[in-house]
């Protein structure tokens, strides 16, 4: 029987020291927070230059918030309120911002690469320089863009009214 124990332990500290091992050698981003903000309340908040990459601010009231030259790739952004928000240089490539309303808000210089931006309103908006590269959007709201595109970004160095192909 004490053979079985110390068999079992052996096999325990070896699983052990493997699983140690395994989670030491992921790429950890040490800067970046995942953290979630669905249905909150974050009006006037201070995102600016953060790195929030894939996180969730699904049906947040963000009006008036500030996430200038913020790191938002890949995150969620279903549903929620943008208003006079201030998204100047964000980088959203990747992300959902389907049903958001952009009303009055500064996406100059923005990056909206492959976002998904389906029934979004863009009420007064400033897209001045912002890359909308392969965005699924809407026809009406492209039209709706195409009518206020001008600049490139600076990142990329893509001319807003190409990335959103306008004619």
């Not at 201030?86 to 952009?102: E, W």
């Amino acid at each position: 029987m004490s053979f079985l124990k110390s068999s079992i332990f052996v096999r325990l500290a070896i699983a052990l020291v493997i699983a140690i091992t395994f989670l030491l050698t992921l790429p950890v981003n040490a800067q970046a927070e995942t953290l979630s903000f669905s249905h909150a309340q974050l009006k006037n908040r201070d995102f600016s230059g953060r790195d929030l990459i894939g996180s969730g601010f699904a049906n947040a009231n963000m009006e008036g918030a500030n996430f200038e030259n913020a790191d938002v790739r890949g995150a969620v952004f279903s549903a929620s309120i943008l208003r006079r928000a201030n998204l100047k240089g964000a980088n959203f490539s990747g992300g959902l911002l389907d049903q958001a309303d952009f009303a009055k808000a500064d996406l100059s210089d923005a990056l909206l690469v492959e976002t998904i931006l389906l029934r979004s309103t863009f009420d007064f908006v400033n897209i001045d320089g912002a890359d909308f590269t392969d965005a699924i959007m809407d026809g009406g709201q492209r039209k709706w863009l195409c009518t206020k595109a001008k600049g490139k970004n600076s990142k990329t160095g893509v001319d807003t009214r190409e990335s959103l192909e306008c004619d």
